[in-house]
């Protein structure tokens, strides 16, 4: 069964940076767009990141543009968010999707 579980968050100051692993299995990886969303305290999830099946093609929310890099490893079924500048407002718990299939999330918090 698709199976997807996201990895690397935790508490960090503004400013600082993260990188969020999300391993993939029970699916062709190589084949899908894979997408980072997020969800803050009282707010609807929002869509981060996305990259397309081959890494060639991404896009990014307007609010982490610039300082979020999404990539991929399809040899390591592997999707990854770096996370640049951050700012207090990227705490969230951080979802990864696969064609409308969601990991269990990883929290990240923004504080001083």
């Known amino acids: 069964q698709v199976r997807l579980v996201e990895s690397g968050g935790g508490l960090v100051q503004p400013g600082g940076s993260r990188r969020l692993s999300c391993a993939a299995s029970?699916?062709?990886?190589?084949?899908?767009?894979m997408s980072w969303y997020r969800r803050a305290p009282g707010m609807e999830r929002e869509l981060v990141a996305s990259i397309f099946s081959t890494g060639g093609i991404t896009s990014y929310a307007d609010s982490v543009k610039g300082r979020f890099t999404i990539s991929r490893d399809n040899a390591k079924n592997t999707v990854y968010l770096q996370m640049n500048s951050l700012k207090l407002e990227d705490t969230a718990v951080y979802y990864c999707?696969?064609?409308?299939?969601w990991g269990q999330g990883t929290q990240v918090t923004v504080s001083s």
């Open positions: 029970g699916f062709t990886f190589s084949t899908y767009a």
């Open positions: 999707n696969a064609f409308g299939y």
